[in-house]
């Protein structure tokens, strides 16, 4: 583990930020002081639900992310401007986004999932 948790407000470094990153957020990147992450989808209906979702827990997080909305993606960015870095909570709210926006029932559900219809496809799972 090359980083060490940290207070709410105090950042880490570029260094911490790529291991904590590699660690619990592999599909995030670090890039001109923000942790990144960009969902693909499968168009318009799928983009407004993302954003939907971001919207919800950012709210209720009060931390709220940047966001670049286009028709078949959305990127999230996050960055405590308070604290003028990324702290531990960017990196508690992109592990939320993660778990939410990604999250699909497990083979012991009673809950079916998509089906792999192109009518019903709405997010490209990593």
Same mark, same amino acid.
């Given at each position: 583990m090359? +980083?060490r @948790?940290?207070?709410p407000?105090?950042?880490?470094?570029?260094?911490?930020?790529?291991?904590?990153?590699?660690?619990?957020?592999?599909? +995030?990147?670090?890039? $001109?002081? +923000?942790?990144?992450?960009?969902?693909?989808t499968?168009?318009?209906?799928?983009?407004?639900?993302?954003v $939907?979702?971001?919207?919800?827990?950012?709210?209720?997080?009060?931390?709220h992310?940047?966001?670049?909305?286009?028709?078949?993606?959305?990127?999230?960015k996050?960055?405590t401007?308070?604290?003028?870095?990324?702290?531990? %909570?960017?990196?508690?709210?992109?592990? @939320?986004?993660e778990?939410?926006?990604? +999250?699909?029932?497990?083979?012991?559900?009673?809950?079916?999932?998509?089906?792999?219809?192109?009518?019903? %496809?709405?997010? @490209?799972?990593?």
């Amino acid at each position: 583990m090359g +980083w060490r @948790k940290r207070g709410p407000e105090q950042t880490y470094t570029e260094e911490e930020i790529q291991a904590r990153l590699q660690e619990e957020l592999p599909h +995030w990147y670090y890039e $001109n002081g +923000w942790i990144r992450r960009k969902y693909k989808t499968f168009g318009w209906k799928g983009t407004l639900m993302v954003v $939907n979702a971001i919207g919800h827990l950012a709210e209720a997080a009060f931390h709220h992310p940047d966001l670049t909305v286009s028709y078949a993606f959305v990127i999230v960015k996050l960055m405590t401007h308070s604290a003028k870095g990324i702290t531990d %909570k960017d990196f508690e709210l992109a592990k @939320k986004i993660e778990e939410v926006v990604m +999250w699909r029932p497990g083979e012991e559900s009673a809950l079916e999932g998509t089906p792999d219809d192109p009518r019903f %496809k709405y997010l @490209k799972y990593d």
